[in-house]
Nanobody, 129 residues
Framework: QVQLGESGGGLVQAGGSLRLSCAAS????????TGWFRQAPGKEREFVAA??????????FYTDSTKGRFTISRDNAMNTVYLQMNSLKPEDTAVYYC????????????????????WGQGTQVTVSS
């Protein structure tokens, strides 16, 4: 049984930073693709970032709105994935979820929410202007 738990959310002013953590129990995260998604009030859940294993390293993926500001990383020893968020904007306000795929995803699939089988409970991020 895979369980994911997010932490690190909170209230921050525009331009500030937060680091979200996604800790996993069960099988190691490094074998699979782990993604971060977010859902703002009244909006659909959307892709934010993902990390997948590739050869001896990993590939990372972002949306245009977060690229350059957000960084996803993984600590295999801790079985934890992080999302470092810098230069936060009010439009980044949302509940952030981490999710893990049931198998390693190909690059073209990592942004597809339906490809993720396990989800955390979410952590609220609020950015004030």
């Amino acid at each position: 049984q895979v369980q994911l738990g997010e932490s690190g959310g909170g209230l921050v002013q525009a331009g500030g930073s937060l680091r979200l953590s996604c800790a996993a129990s069960g099988r190691t995260l490094s074998t699979y693709t782990t993604g971060w998604f977010r859902q703002a009030p009244g909006k659909e859940r959307e892709f934010v970032a993902a990390i997948r294993s590739s050869g001896g390293g990993s590939n990372t993926f972002y949306t245009d709105s977060t690229k350059g500001r957000f960084t996803i990383s993984r600590d295999n020893a801790m079985n934890t994935v992080y999302l470092q968020m810098n230069s936060l904007k009010p439009e980044d306000t949302a509940v952030y979820y981490c999710a893990r795929s049931g198998a390693s995803l190909i690059a073209s699939a990592v942004r597809n929410i339906r490809m993720y089988d396990y989800w955390g409970q979410g952590t609220q991020v609020t950015v004030s202007s």
